[in-house]
T-cell receptor, first 115, second 111 residues
């Protein structure tokens, strides 16, 4: 079974803090993704990575950065947290090969509150 | 037109009935499609993948893909209250590993 884990289920941070969200997958997947999900706005892609040290901006990268130093780990960084970044953050991974290349598997999510 | 469109619902069906969830997609979306189930407060869970035109069955779930009409559907037979959730339709994009998600359809199964 694919397993994607995220470092925290719930997180409360103050405005201006630097926030790190960690994601680890154990299926040797090449692709990893960070989304945020807000009521009425659905899932929105922030960044994705298709290989170690490789990244590509998604639909809403402003205010975020990412790091992928190892294949199994993908980090999302909020350089200076703001209240409008309060959201559910979801990490996902997928293989690059074969028919299953698009199948994304999600972690449990981190509900971040910025006060 | 959104790239992947779903009716937001809620779709309400009685227990034991067939729930039919539909999704349409644009030309930008490729031929791989997925259905995810998401319970309130939880993350999406992949329940069906379909790559070819036609039907694919897995237990109580049947996914249907019609490329000519650009729609994909999910049928849930013998619906149970535990099936009450939001169902997300997603499609892959050509030359990318990204998925485009619909906004989801909320399903309520009444006991």
């Amino acid at each position: 079974d694919v397993k994607v884990t995220q470092s925290s289920r719930y997180l409360v941070k103050r405005t201006g803090e630097k926030v790190f969200l960690e994601c680890v997958q154990d299926m040797d997947h090449e692709n990893m993704f960070w989304y945020r999900q807000d009521p009425g706005l659905g899932l929105r892609l922030i960044y994705f990575s298709y290989d170690v040290k490789m990244k590509e901006k998604g639909d809403i990268p402003e205010g975020y950065s990412v790091s992928r130093e190892k294949k199994e780990r993908f980090s999302l960084i909020l350089e200076s947290a703001s209240t409008n970044q309060t959201s559910m953050y979801l990490c996902a991974s997928s293989s690059r090969w074969g028919r299953g290349a698009y199948e994304q598997y999600f972690g449990p999510g981190t509900r971040l509150t910025v006060t | 037109q959104k790239e992947v469109e779903q009716n937001s619902g809620p779709l309400s069906v009685p227990e034991g009935a067939i729930a039919s969830l539909n999704c349409t997609y644009s030309d930008r979306v490729s031929q791989s499609f997925f259905w995810y189930r998401q319970y309130s407060g939880k993350s999406p869970e992949l329940i069906m993948s379909i790559y070819s035109n036609g039907d694919k069955e897995d237990g109580r779930f049947t996914a249907q893909l019609n490329k000519a009409s650009q729609y994909v559907s999910l049928l849930i037979r013998d619906s149970q209250p535990s099936d009450s959730a939001t169902y997300l339709c997603a499609g892959g994009m050509d030359s990318s590993y990204k998925l485009i998600f619909g906004s989801g359809t909320r399903l309520l199964v009444r006991p």
